[in-house]
């Protein structure tokens, strides 16, 4: 079993930071991509930012050029650096962590913007 267990969410102001950090455990061979999704009451889940073990990172355009995602392969953790937070970025952010051929997630963390 595979355990994601993630940290960095709570309430901050318009145009603060915050950064959410995940850390996967149990049996792991080797992890390819991970990132982070969102989902905000009443919308859809919606993809923020990947990074491949290989290959270019991508990002939702809503928060290009605010948010930067890395990962520390030795720690087997992908971080999520929010910077420029706006209301509009209050949503539950889940990790992921593609394992061998196997997708697990983190509980959710909730990140709250306010204006």
């Known amino acids: 079993q595979v355990q994601l267990v993630e940290s960095g969410g709570g309430l901050v102001q318009a145009g603060g930071s915050l950064r959410l950090s995940c850390t996967a455990s149990g049996s792991i061979f080797r992890i390819n991509a991970m990132g982070w999704y969102r989902q905000a009451p009443g919308k859809q889940r919606e993809l923020v930012a990947r990074?491949?073990?290989?290959?270019?990172?991508i990002y939702a355009d809503s928060v290009k050029g605010r948010f930067t995602i890395s990962r520390d392969n030795a720690k087997n953790t992908v971080y999520l650096q929010m910077n420029s937070l706006k209301p509009e970025d209050t949503a539950v952010y889940s990790c992921h962590a593609d394992v061998d051929t196997l997708r697990y997630w983190g509980q959710g963390t909730q990140v709250t913007v306010s204006s």
């Open positions: 990074i491949p073990s290989g290959g270019s990172t």
